[in-house]
Each structure stands twice: as C-alpha cells, then as structure tokens.
C-alpha cells in the first residue's frame, strides 16, 4: 500500500511541474515569441534561387534578409535578376508594409 502512495505521490509531483513548465512556456510564447516578416518569405520566393553569391551575400537568403532588415537597400545586386523581375520586385517592397508598418521606399 506505501508503494503505491509513494507512485501516486511522484505522478502527481511530475504531473504539477510539467503543467507549471508547459504554463511558463505558454506564457513565454505568448510574450517574448518574435513575428517573423512575412515579407521575406514572399521576397525570397521572388529572387532566382540561384544563391550564386553574386550579389555578396552567401545566398538568396541571405541577400533577402539584408533587404528586409534594412542594412541593403539594392535588390539590384542580384546579377541573375531579370528587368521585369526586379522592377516586381521593387514594386512589391514599396507597396507592403512589414510588421511595424512601414515599407521599404528607397530601394533600387
Ligand atoms: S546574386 Fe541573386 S541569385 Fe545569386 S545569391 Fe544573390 S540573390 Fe541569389
């Protein structure tokens, strides 16, 4: 009979501390989560996919990143892009506002 209050004591002890875990990381999900820009996935999605490196960045991500957080602001660098694609390109940068809502205006 002790055995099996000595189980249902250490069930109920593990059960406690995983609803408390599970709770802190709802609560930590909920505020310290970071909102992913969903314009980089769409931008990376516009580039070639070649990630050539040519624009020197280590890839499309790459380059797309440096766009989207503002520290490159030429999306002409990427060698293989099309006229037609990188005047899309722009279009679309200077026309969607990312989370913060502001747009990319002085892109080239
Ligand atoms: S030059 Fe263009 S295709 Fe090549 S890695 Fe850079 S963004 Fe990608």
Redesign the pocket.
Known sequence: METIIVIIKALVVTLGIGAFLGLLLAVADKYLSVKADPRLEVLLSM?????????G?P??SG?ADSIISGSNKQVS?????KKEKLAEIIEYLKSTPGPDGSVLNDIK
């Open positions: 580039l070639p996919g070649a990630n050539c490196g040519g624009c960045y890839g499309c380059m660098l990427c060698k293989p892009l």
